[in-house]
Structure formats: structure tokens, C-alpha cells
């Protein structure tokens, strides 16, 4: 089945110690978006690519980073992870005819002790 | 102002009725808007999505859109405990890709 791949679901990590999370997909999707979600919050997007073209949101911490090497793959580093990045990242590609109904993955937790 | 309203609940149903989620938008420009259910510690799953004023029904799930009135609903008909999760009205602004989420609705269905 075409779908949306995290890896790890669950991560723990140290203060201050970098963090690399791992999105695939087999749908074939032009766009690939990271999301951070909080406890009981609206998930908040962190960046997106359209292709490799690279947008950052505005408000997103220079501490977050992302690479896209080709159409399958994308990585949120996260350089230097203090308590508040404690959340769950979502992944989601854009489908459909315009490419903007979004499939989300499972999901990483990350814990930050 | 939040771009995307919704009521945080919880909206409690008894088993068998009908749920109604409401959702208000302020950017009269947008063109498509989605419903995604999202169960506690699990990512969001897409129910439906509207483009175009009026209903749209999927099985149980029914989608009410009024661009005049910038509101979007969600319908659950016959509810069971299993529908018990937060509710998230997403929508698609006038130019872009990006999605703008509300807080979620969470709905709470008793036997």
C-alpha cells in the first residue's frame, strides 16, 4: 500500500543533543510537509517542499532544519533540542489533483531529557 | 483572530445520535477545506474534504460548506464510541498549499 513512513516513532534524546528525523513515502508526491504538534494544540507547520524548493515558515526556530535528497526521502535535524522541542513531528505529502490534500505518517514522539 | 475557529469541546453524544462540529474561517478567499479525525497519540487521518457550497456526503460522515457565512461543518450520523476522538477542520487560503489547522474539536461518544 502507498503510504507515508517515520522513523523512529518514539525518540529520546538529550538536551542539546542533535536529532535527525526520517520521513518516506511511496505515494509519489510532489510535496512534502514537517509539522511539530503539542499536547492538545493544532499542529503547526515548520516548513514544506515543493519538489526541492525549500519554504520555511517564518516562525520556525533556526534550531529546526530540513533536507530533502530526493522525491522520496525528507529529514527534520533538529541541531541542539531543549525541553520545549518535546512533541510529536508529523510528516504529510500533498496529493490530489491539487496537490494539496494532505497524508499524514504515524508520527515521531520525541522526548528530551 | 484566529484564522481557523473551532469549539474545543468536549462535545459529548450519546451512542447512535449525531454529532455536529462547527468550524469558522476568516480568509473569504479560500478554496478548499478538509476534516481530519485524530485519535489521542496518533496522527491525523483524512474523513473529507469540500471544495464547493453544500453537502457532501461519505457513509456516516456528511460535510457542510457556506463560503457566504465562511463556515464549514462536519456531520457524524449514528455515532459510536469508536468516532470518540479531536476533530480537525483544516483549510486551504487563496494561493499556496499550506493548510491552516483549527484546535480540534474532541468528541466524546457514550455508550
Known amino acids: 500500500d502507498a503510504m507515508v513512513i517515520q522513523n523512529p516513532r518514539y525518540q529520546v534524546t538529550q538536551f542539546g543533543k542533535p536529532v535527525t528525523l526520517s520521513c518516506s513515502q511511496t505515494?509519489?508526491?510532489?510535496?512534502m510537509y514537517w509539522y511539530q504538534q503539542k499536547s492538545s494544540q493544532a499542529p503547526k507547520l515548520l516548513f514544506h517542499y515543493y519538489d526541492k524548493d525549500f519554504n520555511n515558515e517564518a516562525d520556525t526556530p533556526d534550531n529546526f532544519q530540513s533536507r530533502r535528497p530526493n522525491t522520496s526521502f525528507c529529514f527534520l535535524d533538529i541541531r541542539s533540542p531543549g525541553l520545549g522541542d518535546a512533541a510529536m513531528y508529523l510528516c504529510a505529502t500533498g496529493g490530489g489533483p491539487l496537490q494539496e490534500t494532505q497524508y499524514f505518517g504515524p508520527g515521531t514522539r520525541l522526548l528530551v531529557l | 483572530q484566529k484564522e481557523v475557529e473551532q469549539n474545543s469541546g468536549p462535545l459529548s453524544v450519546p451512542e447512535g445520535a449525531i454529532a455536529s462540529l462547527n468550524c469558522t474561517y476568516s480568509d473569504r478567499g479560500s478554496q478548499s477545506f478538509f476534516w481530519y479525525r485524530q485519535y489521542s497519540g496518533k496522527s491525523p487521518e483524512l474523513i473529507m474534504f469540500i471544495y464547493s457550497n453544500g453537502d457532501k456526503e461519505d457513509g456516516r460522515f456528511t460535510a457542510q460548506l457556506n463560503k457566504a457565512s465562511q463556515y464549514v461543518s462536519l456531520l457524524i450520523r449514528d455515532s459510536q464510541p469508536s468516532d470518540s476522538a479531536t476533530y480537525l477542520c483544516a483549510v486551504k487560503g487563496a494561493a499556496g498549499n499550506k493548510l491552516t489547522f483549527g484546535g480540534g474539536t474532541r468528541v466524546l461518544v457514550k455508550p
Open positions: 505515494l509519489n508526491h510532489n510535496v
